[in-house]
């Protein structure tokens, strides 16, 4: 059976708020809040915190140490260069990927895309507001083969497509068998955004936080909270 690998795709160095994944919202920092929620999808097999090389990524480690998950440094702008070589010991698998400013990510609409993935015959699927524009923003991801991921490797040489991983994927759609599940009703809200750019994202994050939202809270009951504070 294929495992399924997640890759959290994670760095300090944010412009708009730098070492934001320390930033605590709530008890957990963000990158803490994601990898916990992580932990929950027991169809998930391997949880890797993929990186930079750049000296001040260096923290994420320690982190991904304490929370019993794997740890990948790589190259900070090819990113896509950074998947490949985090699998690179791994001869075949799906690779769930994840991006870490997403703090609320929710376990149940991963396990809906692992297991949407597995049956049908789709070369990538996603839940996420930029692909499909009825879904809040935040609780989503992406997910594809090891081997298409090596693919797009030798494919993609602009180093924009590079950098965004697989942008590449929906850019040459004819080319490829792609699919964007759609929102469940109580996640049709697409003016709702859950991920941290900037610090109003994350005062507004924090505000959802103080009400008792926690590890196992859901994306229904995160959306509930948000619609009364917008």
């Not at 480690?61 to 790589?74: C, W």
Request: proline share 2%; net charge positive; hydrophobic share 40%.
């Amino acid at each position: 059976m294929k495992k399924n690998i997640a890759i959290i795709q994670a760095r300090m160095n944010s412009s708009r708020l730098p070492g934001k994944m320390f930033i605590k919202i709530g008890k957990y920092s963000i990158i803490e809040w994601v990898i916990k929620r992580l932990k929950k999808v027991k169809s998930i097999d391997r949880i890797i915190l993929a990186t930079s090389k750049k000296k001040i990524d260096k923290k994420l480690k320690i982190i991904s140490k304490k929370l019993n998950i794997d740890y990948f440094a790589g190259s900070e702008k090819d990113v896509l260069g950074r998947f490949v070589a985090t699998v690179k010991d791994t001869k075949d698998g799906n690779i769930i990927r994840i991006c870490a400013d997403n703090p609320f990510i929710d376990p149940t609409e991963i396990k809906k895309l692992i297991t949407f993935y597995k049956k049908k015959k789709y070369d990538y699927v996603c839940n996420r507001q930029v692909f499909s524009k009825v879904y809040t923003d935040g609780f989503g991801a992406e997910i594809l083969s090891i081997n298409l991921l090596r693919k797009l490797d030798k494919l993609v040489k602009n180093k924009d497509l590079r950098e965004h991983v697989t942008l590449y994927l929906w850019k040459n759609k004819k080319k490829f068998k792609i699919h964007s599940l759609k929102s469940s009703k109580f996640l049709a809200y697409p003016l709702l955004k859950f991920d941290v750019d900037t610090k109003k994202d994350l005062n507004f994050l924090k505000k959802i936080a103080r009400y008792k939202v926690g590890i196992n809270t859901s994306a229904k009951n995160i959306v509930k909270i948000a619609k009364k504070l917008d």
